[in-house]
């Protein structure tokens, strides 16, 4: 667990809770040591230049493509860790090994499909393949605390490109990337009040769910 504090100064005290992140990261060959994990350290990373209050904290995981496992670790994370936001890296393609979204659909109170939906818009942009990705969104909601639990893509490059969207050279956006929606949706659910660096990836909040500092 590590912990990031803000960059910025701090927004009212009552809206000033840690939120807690986990990032799961979905490999048989990565958590058995064949070769190093990627995901986890781009996830954090990326996270940690991008949210900007209140203090992150942070919890890592590497698994195996196990759907028991898979579903055990997002359980562990949200109702002993209370976890606002997981994010998963792997295991969501055709292949028989790739189940995170039938373990994330076992843990989860609801859907929120529209961040798969998203996330296969921005992808194939790039290769038609991306319809073969089965990302999704979901929430699981327990003992008054909820969670966003996001499926991303494996590889570090569309992971960025999910989160961020997609610009043109003067940095004009072109598709919307899917965080742009997370700190309303963590408004929605509960959560703390989230701000994020603009020139990565602006908040989208309407007018009357913007706080002042």
Known sequence: MT????????????????IHLGIVS???RA????????GIPALEAWLKKTILSPVCVFHTRLIADEQALISQTL????DQKRCDLILTTGGTGPSRRDVTPEATKA?????????????RQISLRFVPTAILSRQIGALREIDGHACLIINLPGQPKAIQET????KDEAGQTLTPGIFAAVPYCIDLIG???????????KAFR????IRTK
């Open 3 to 18: 912990i990031n504090q803000p960059t910025t100064s701090p927004i009212n005290p009552d809206l000033d809770r840690p």
């Open 26 to 28: 979905i490999s048989d």
């Open 31 to 38: 958590s058995s040591g064949v070769y190093q994990d990627l």
């Open 75 to 78: 359980i562990e994370l949200v």
């Open 107 to 119: 843990v989860a109170t609801r859907e929120m499909p529209g961040f798969g939906e998203q996330m």
């Open 163 to 166: 989160l961020e969207g997609l």
């Open 191 to 201: 959560g703390p009040y989230i701000e994020t660096c603009a020139t990565t990836v």
């Open 206 to 209: 309407p007018k009357s769910a």
